[in-house]
């Protein structure tokens, strides 16, 4: 069947970790379909089977989970759009919202032409991106254990050493504080817990910027002053395809590099 306005149907899709409600509205904001399906390919396609050939779209918010999702329909060619949850807020003054309600708003949008589409970051580097937002994951947490390392130290009354000398420290280091011997064996611990995400952050950034570097989106902000190694893959790998921004102008809202600002009246 050819897919015409009059018999055209709108899909959303609430998805969670271990199922997905789906929702169709046709032309008029109808509800034609409701069902919830176990969270695999073939239980979605199973339950949309009859209605493919109408659907103009399937939209789904970015959760955490999108990505077998979104690529899985997608390389059945269906027309699968991701929103930005939080340009899709529903009317305040609803009294119940629920899984039904939430995938029947997903549809509503697509049929009133506001779903607030996402980007659909490239499935070949997304796990490449994903790589390096692991690294910021042990960075933290280094950084996490150099304050504790420090505020337990200046607890008794001593100087915490700064992050270059710390590096240098060792087991004789800390036995020279003369603290009692379990406040010796935390220092030991966040020690080497420093060392460990220090260790892991740089083995994932090596791997990275080997597959980065010979990159142009890579090059581009690494010829800015003071972008080094590091943020020049955050940059570059976080942006994505850069010609999708049509200026500077629309690049620095993406980065939340501009000033919000709310008027009345």
């Not at 269906?78 to 995938?103: C, F, H, S, W």
């Not at 620095?252 to 009246?265: D, G, L, Q, V």
Request: with cysteine; aromatic share 10%; proline share 4%.
């Amino acid at each position: 069947m050819q897919t015409t306005k009059a018999n055209a149907l709108y899909a959303g899709a609430d998805l969670h970790g271990n199922n997905v409600f789906l929702s169709l509205c046709d032309q008029e904001g109808n509800t034609v379909f409701r069902k919830r399906v176990k969270a695999n390919l073939a239980a979605v396609n199973a339950a949309l089977d009859p209605f493919w050939d109408r659907i103009v779209a399937l939209g789904v918010e970015s959760t955490f989970n999108w990505y077998w999702f979104v690529d899985g329909l997608r390389e059945k060619d269906r027309n699968v759009k991701l929103g930005n949850p939080a340009k899709m807020e529903q009317y305040k003054g609803i009294k119940i919202t629920n899984d039904l309600t939430d995938a029947d708003w997903l549809a509503e949008q697509l049929r009133l032409g506001i779903f607030p589409e996402s980007y659909i970051y490239p499935k070949e580097t997304r796990p490449v991106r994903d790589a390096l937002r692991r690294r910021q994951l042990f960075v933290r947490r280094r950084t996490q254990v150099l304050l504790s390392f420090g505020g337990l130290l200046e607890r008794y009354g001593l100087d915490a050493p700064g992050a270059r000398k710390l590096e240098q420290w060792t087991l004789k280091d800390i036995q020279a504080t003369g603290l009692d011997e379990f406040v010796q064996l935390q220092l030991e611990t966040l020690l080497e817990a420093i060392r460990e995400s220090d260790r892991l952050a740089k083995k994932v950034e090596q791997q990275v910027l080997a597959v980065a570097k010979p990159t142009k989106p890579y090059r581009r902000p690494r010829g800015v002053t003071g972008i080094g190694d590091a943020l020049g893959m955050l940059v570059a790998l976080e942006s994505g395809d850069f010609s999708r921004f049509k200026s500077a102008g629309d690049y620095a809202p993406y980065c939340r590099a501009e000033k919000s600002e709310y008027s009345a009246n």
